[in-house]
């Protein structure tokens, strides 16, 4: 505990902390409207679809700027978008086996790339293999101050665009008939998530992104029957889980950041599904044990009145 506390009066330590707590606060945040619309496997085809992209922004630039790596992963994430639009509409494919085919055409063109420039001349300067599972240490202050930005312009667009993203989440068609531009937002939403890939995959990583996305917003849904409520504590589950992720890898160096955000984000899971209230397994073990004990005690006062009837 000292040990931590002494390593976070680091500068370059809050730093990481500052950016893993707003990653995980967008993410969980973006991830509550994916999760409503059933399209939680959205999030992991455009974490791996960006590895390309990344991979394409490195070898046409030979930088490591998260700009170009954001403007790289865009565009693949776009077109990842586009094709699993084509291939649903276009055949008889179903959304989650189209999403299942692109996850993986991207992913495996992503590791071939990255393949290729380990083996070039630059291969061992690039560190790019860091991305699949990420190396929040290695962030310098202005990929955090990026991070940073990136992600309070997430949550600023999401609160901006609340209700319109609330229609598209529950009832697309009512959201068409008032006139929103429902093609241009679900785009918009999947353009954003991209981003919210793209800022997160040097701190958790290509393999590992998705689950920040999901896993809070899944957390949050046992708590509350509100969307307001759940985007807020999906938003801080996910800080929450950034914030413990980072803090224990301050103890041990040799533990990675990102994985342990993501344990912290399941761990969070695993208390949600087990003591959150009305949902919670323990919650309704306590329910039935007193609806049993509520039913005894009636069917013994029925029977000692009958008893003192005959």
Same mark, same amino acid.
């Given at each position: 505990?000292?040990?931590?506390?002494?390593?976070?009066?680091?500068?370059?330590?809050?730093?990481?902390?500052?950016?893993?707590?707003?990653?995980?606060?967008?993410?969980?945040?973006?991830?509550? *409207?994916?999760?409503?619309?059933?399209?939680?496997?959205?999030?992991?085809?455009?974490?791996?679809?960006?590895?390309?992209?990344?991979? $394409?922004?490195?070898?046409?630039?030979?930088?490591?700027?998260?700009?170009?790596?954001?403007?790289?992963?865009?565009?693949?994430?776009l077109i990842a978008t586009?094709?699993?639009?084509?291939?649903?509409?276009?055949?008889? $494919?179903?959304?989650?086996?189209?999403?299942?085919?692109?996850?993986?055409?991207?992913?495996?063109?992503? $590791?071939?790339?990255?393949?290729?420039?380990?083996?070039?001349?630059?291969?061992?300067?690039?560190?790019?293999?860091?991305?699949?599972?990420?190396?929040?240490?290695?962030?310098?202050r202005a990929d955090v101050?990026?991070?940073?930005?990136?992600?309070?312009?997430?949550?600023?667009?999401?609160?901006?665009?609340?209700?319109? *993203?609330?229609?598209?989440?529950?009832?697309?068609?009512?959201?068409?008939?008032?006139?929103? +531009?429902?093609? *241009?937002?679900?785009?918009?939403?999947? @353009?954003?998530?991209?981003?919210?890939?793209?800022?997160?995959?040097?701190?958790?990583?290509?393999?590992?992104?998705?689950?920040?996305?999901?896993? +809070?917003?899944?957390?949050?849904?046992?708590?509350?029957?509100?969307?307001?409520?759940?985007?807020?504590?999906?938003?801080?589950?996910?800080?929450?889980?950034?914030?413990?992720?980072?803090?224990?890898?301050?103890?041990?160096?040799?533990? +990675?950041?990102? +994985?342990?955000?993501?344990?912290?984000?399941?761990?969070? @899971?695993?208390a949600s599904v087990l003591?959150?209230?009305?949902?919670?397994?323990?919650?309704?073990?306590?329910?039935?044990?007193?609806?049993?004990?509520?039913?005894?005690?009636?069917?013994?006062?029925?029977?000692?009145?009958?008893?003192?009837?005959?």
């Open positions: 505990m000292e040990q931590a506390i002494a390593l976070l009066q680091d500068p370059n330590v809050r730093w990481i902390v500052m950016a893993s707590v707003l990653l995980g606060l967008s993410s969980g945040v973006l991830g509550s *409207f994916s999760y409503l619309r059933k399209q939680s496997l959205m999030g992991d085809a455009l974490a791996h679809a960006a590895l390309p992209g990344v991979c $394409i922004a490195f070898m046409l630039t030979g930088s490591k700027s998260i700009l170009f790596f954001l403007i790289g992963a865009a565009v693949a994430g586009f094709g699993i639009g084509y291939i649903t509409r276009h055949s008889r $494919i179903k959304q989650d086996a189209a999403l299942g085919i692109v996850l993986s055409v991207f992913f495996g063109l992503g $590791i071939v790339l990255l393949t290729q420039i380990q083996h070039s001349d630059s291969g061992n300067q690039s560190g790019l293999d860091k991305f699949l599972f990420g190396q929040a240490a290695g962030m310098v101050l990026t991070m940073a930005i990136v992600s309070c312009v997430l949550v600023g667009v999401c609160a901006l665009l609340y209700k319109e *993203f609330k229609l598209l989440s529950f009832d697309a068609g009512f959201a068409r008939g008032i006139g929103l +531009p429902v093609a *241009f937002l679900d785009q918009l939403l999947m @353009f954003l998530t991209v981003v919210a890939v793209v800022v997160g995959i040097q701190a958790v990583g290509v393999v590992l992104m998705a689950a920040m996305l999901i896993t +809070p917003a899944v957390s949050a849904r046992y708590w509350t029957e509100r969307l307001g409520v759940m985007v807020t504590l999906a938003g801080l589950f996910g800080g929450l889980s950034g914030l413990l992720g980072t803090w224990i890898s301050t103890v041990d160096e040799h533990l +990675p950041t990102g +994985p342990l955000s993501v344990l912290a984000a399941t761990t969070l @899971f695993v003591f959150a209230p009305k949902r919670g397994v323990v919650s309704k073990l306590l329910l039935r044990a007193s609806v049993r004990r509520r039913a005894n005690a009636e069917y013994e006062a029925r029977s000692m009145e009958r008893r003192g009837t005959a």
